[in-house]
């Protein structure tokens, strides 16, 4: 656990009621603790070995020779081809390498990202436009197709990377590169006459600016963020218009309305999940972010409503959601298919994102319930346990064929995972001038302030193997201010104590946290004791697949059936309502223990595909692992939702 | 029941062993009697109908003006429109008509089809060439384009519906211009120089031309037939020869390789059911008329292997196959998805062709099952109760939202399943030197020949809704042969008498059929009984979102849950081991009995998408009716594959 804490920070503080601190005034140790520590010394240096070797400093470079196109256009869009989303492979790969340096110095590292910033340093157009696509490969096309191209979303995640490689380095080069960049957008785009009402077809530049605006204190920032969150879905329709200054039918497009965009409607108006999933969350996030840094409440409705709808009728059991190859994301309520699930990383980690904006309001199980839930499954998934190998979708049962790829034609997931991972703790805790939130138990230490003192608060656990959490709050100064600490929505039971006295849980709960007001002093420990059985659970029956079926949870981890535990034909196994738990250890698991319990084994009694006889069962122990360590030791079938049969 | 029989018959026979005789000779009643009626009363007309309002007459006859383009290019290949197969449907809805004119006379009907017949009598051009899309649309681009195009397959179907017209109205004049055609793709393709040794990428034209050889005596026709079979999938590809002429690079291919045309390898060399569902079982089925007609063993080993892929391993429960919609056809073994399943109707069409041919060896009941299980189930559903709607894929679950079109942009299904439906008595006999076999019980009469003798052979029978069948033998003259009456694969018991005499159904066996041999007499009377209890089918364990389900099966029915009859939420629904089922008279489903059954109804005890209470249960009455008659009453979710309980 590193402990030194002199990083850069933020000029200005999230308006949010409750911030999340800064990824360096977090450590964690525990379960994240290895994971941070694989992504600091392999992921790290891996995602930048595989940018270059897929030619993107080729790209960006001026010094070198211009690489022209090396990726044909994708299938059936002819206007987008994956490297005009290099940029923001760098930006994100960048902003990974950054918390790897918080975590531990890395000099070789530091001067990889620094070679590739000075790259981009020498692109930058001398307006401040920064793009290497439109710079390099298709030079006298900027600005002309918002809609397909993500150029804007190229800028939001070089900016993000910009901000935390400056916290982690204090290094300014790249941050002022990306503001001068943000003030030729701002040039370019806004309400006045002359500039374009446009806004990305991929949502991600809006919470982008807001974390520039936050590093750099500039105030302009954030309102080139809330212009393109307003702009977004306005009639008549921006895609459109800049159709047809292409000379193109804006009716000759891959989707059938924008819906894919989430530019369908304005956004205030918008309340069911639609379209692309990662864009989806992406700008729900940065709506959040707009809604509490201008106190905008007129933002609420919709947040609420997406909200609703995305977990009550179209989340997987993992956290994952946006189960269609076809648009990336949503199709329909409860269309929630295993084996052709999508459920991209990406999504799962901007889900993380949403949820943990969500959060800015104040402590409520609602939102972290569901960050936990994606963080840990659908999302970690993405992440091999070596941390060299990468997961795109992420299908809830496999008949053998789904592996992790080294690199992807499309390659935004692994720097996504990898920076979520490298900046946990920022998810943790919350902090506000009258509180401080524990939004997830983890083996941690943080540096927070509340009521104008300093805190350390730090978590002692096991989890999420074990219930048990001790939380030992250490401030300078005795102040009174109120201390949250989450009840899981999956645990049945909690018992709590506060300097070995207990607490009456329901008493003080609120919104799923127990909430506990007092003069906190130096020394002063609360013990959370959180009932952590593994849960059989079932599916609303609108999801018929799942139907007399079951997903293993313990804690927040879902698990699943792997084919090298349990031999081929996973849908052969059946728990009954004998079916017991117990805990074993395992190799290959990175130190998870795995489950197992008795159950039978169906084998088919008659010849051929389909047979009437009955079934011949054989007893069989069944044994599960956690979903994110799945495809990590021998290849094999996968499933999460497996039968059962109910007692009569 | 038309009983006049003094309709054209073939100048050739067909020389498989066994021959199924031509759809005059049979007249049907019983349950496939209005199903007959209704496609002559309604499709015939409603095809003609629909056809002409789609504006294909408008591109067939050269006195109108020229429409151009009407139906934008496919998305994705930008080598094919659907126009470009409107020969074929017209094709086959003359097929079809010609069929409806054996059951009843209408001259209103035939002066309908005249009329288009003139038509393409004008358009032909001066060297027999015929092809609306080449003639009016794209002239000039003629044998360009075999891969993608359609221009043989347009041909077959022609020739299919010309000599079915000739056989029912004795009208020789379409027949003339197809041979006529004939005649000029036999000179274009074939082995000599200056030939092309090309081949339709969607087989059809193989089994149209044995027909049209049958029809006209010339054996040239099978020639042709047998160069198609026997160049297709040759090295140097044909395919990638004419893309280079195009002026394309092969690989420019909406497609990874050949196997979407079954080109990838020689014909005698394949042993996978591979790509587009349709083209896979018409190639078969032209490789089998061929291995009949020329008696050539050498396609046999790539025909039973074929078949057995397809059975074992790819084969839906209804019939049906070609899961995917990507490819209109296969994937990987055992992929047999249910709310996704493509399972083209035409699949299934084609799958009694192939079937039927396979039977040309003679009675085997591995062929027969199959032809059953195809006709009643994948391919009947097709087709509305009232004749007017029709199904294009056929998915084994539905949340509701899929239905029967009225009409379709590719409108291949319709006048498939039609045709089928009215010449379905061709596919219940087959007639040999020495024997006759009974494939499928019907309600009919057939007029057939054996032994030098004529022979009605008559069916009284209640099937598919009962067991018991009456075959009544009447020979003109007293002859010593073998009469086979198929005992199917499904029935768990067959007891049959002779003459009120019973027979050992076990020592007579071969081949899945009960074999006589005698000298018949007039007034012979065989009755069998065949066992038909509600079977309930288990899936092969690899199938794996079968497990824990059964599809419910009586005789040659499958039967399905339908939302009208058991409110929403069909998975929520679940059989048991004492579930015992009962029939019951229904509305609506065209006289088919409805099966019920107690069950369960499982309710979510807890909140939310998932949660971990057990399901509350209440008693349910279980209702299914026959697939085939699925969505033809209130709309709703349907399901094929039902939940059960195992007793422990």
């Known amino acids: ?15 949010a009621k409750f911030r999340p601190p800064a990824v360096h005034q977090v450590r964690v140790g525990g379960f994240f603790g290895p994971r941070i520590d694989t992504v600091a010394n392999t992921t790290a240096h891996t995602l930048l070995d595989r940018c270059i070797a ?3 400093l080729d790209q960006v470079d001026p010094d070198r020779p211009n690489p022209g196109l090396k990726i044909p256009f994708q299938t059936g869009n002819d206007t987008v081809t994956t490297q005009m989303f290099w940029d923001s492979d760098f930006g994100k790969s960048i902003e990974t390498a950054a918390y790897a340096l918080f975590a531990k110095p890395d000099p070789t590292l530091e001067a990889r990202v620094d070679e590739v910033i000075e790259a981009y340093g020498r692109l930058q157009d001398e307006n401040g436009y920064l793009n290497s696509w439109y710079q390099r490969i298709e030079p006298g096309k900027r600005w002309t197709n918002l809609r397909d191209c993500h150029e804007l979303y190229d800028a939001g995640h070089m900016m993000e990377g910009a901000v935390a490689y400056y916290h982690a380095t204090g290094k300014r080069r790249f941050l002022d590169i990306m503001a001068r960049y943000a003030d030729h957008i701002a040039e370019v785009f806004g309400p006045n006459e002359g500039q374009k009402r446009g806004y990305c077809g991929h949502p991600e530049i809006e919470l982008a600016l807001v974390r520039l605006a936050r590093a750099t204190g500039e105030q302009r920032y954030l309102d080139l963020a809330r212009f393109f969150v307003n702009e977004r879905g306005q ?4 895609f459109d218009i800049e159709a047809a200054r292409r000379g193109r039918d804006p009716k000759d497009y891959h989707f059938a309305n924008h819906e894919y965009t989430q530019s369908h409607e304005p956004v205030r108006e918008q309340r069911h999940v639609v379209g692309h999933a990662v864009r989806a969350a992406y ?4 709506m959040a972010d707009i809604s509490t840094e201008f106190g905008d409440e007129t933002l609420k409705p919709a947040l609420e409503a997406l909200w609703g709808h995305l977990t009550d009728k179209n989340l997987y059991v993992t956290g994952g959601f946006g189960p269609s190859a076809h648009n990336e994301g949503l199709t329909f309520d409860y269309d929630l298919p295993n084996e052709t699930a999508y459920a991209e990383t990406c999504a799962a980690v901007a889900l993380v994102f949403w949820a943990n904006r969500m959060l800015g309001l104040g402590p409520d199980r609602r939102y972290a319930d569901v960050m936990e839930r994606a963080l840990y499954n659908g999302a970690l998934v993405g992440l091999s346990l070596d941390g060299t190998r990468f997961f795109y979708d992420n299908p809830l049962e496999s008949r053998g064929g789904h592996h992790r790829w080294t690199w992807h034609r499309c390659p935004c997931c692994p720097p996504n995972i990898a920076r979520l991972v490298a900046s946990v703790g920022t998810y943790a805790y919350g902090e506000s001038e009258d509180g401080i939130a524990v939004h997830l138990f983890c083996q941690s230490e943080a540096d927070l302030e509340v009521s104008g003192t300093k805190v350390r608060v730090s978590q ?25 600490l989450r009840l899981p929505g999956w645990a049945r039971s909690v018992t709590a104590s506060l ?16 909430t506990l007001r007092r003069i906190w002093q130096p ?3 609360v013990e959370l004791d959180i009932d952590m059985p593994v849960e059989m659970l079932r599916a609303d029956p609108r999801i018929g697949a799942n139907q007399g079926r079951v997903a293993l949870q313990r804690g927040p981890l879902v698990y699943c059936l792997e084919e090298t535990d349990n031999g081929a034909g996973l849908n052969s196994l059946v728990l009954t309502s004998q079916s017991r738990f117990a805990y074993e250890e395992a190799d290959g698991l990175g130190g998870a223990p795995r489950l197992v319990a008795e159950g039978f084994k169906e084998r088919l009694s008659g010849q051929g595909l389909y047979a009437a006889e009955k079934p011949a069962r054989e007893a069989a122990t069944i044994r599960a692992v956690p979903y994110y360590a799945w495809d990590n030791r021998a290849e094999g079938e996968m499933l999460v939702w497996v039968r059962r049969e109910e007692a009569q």
């Open 523 to 525: 020394g002063d420990r």
């Open 235 to 238: 009639d008549p329709h921006y």
């Open 499 to 514: 300097n070995g006295t207990p607490v009456d849980v329901s008493a003080n709960e609120r919104n799923g946290y127990l």
């Open 1 to 15: 656990m590193n402990s030194h804490a002199s990083f850069n920070r933020d000029a200005a503080r999230p308006k």
């Open 460 to 484: 002692e656990t096991l989890y999420p193997f074990d219930g048990r959490v001790a939380v030992r709050v250490e401030p300078e100064t005795e102040r009174e201010w109120t201390l949250s």
């Open 54 to 56: 897929a030619g993107m």
């Open 283 to 286: 700008l729900y996030s940065g």
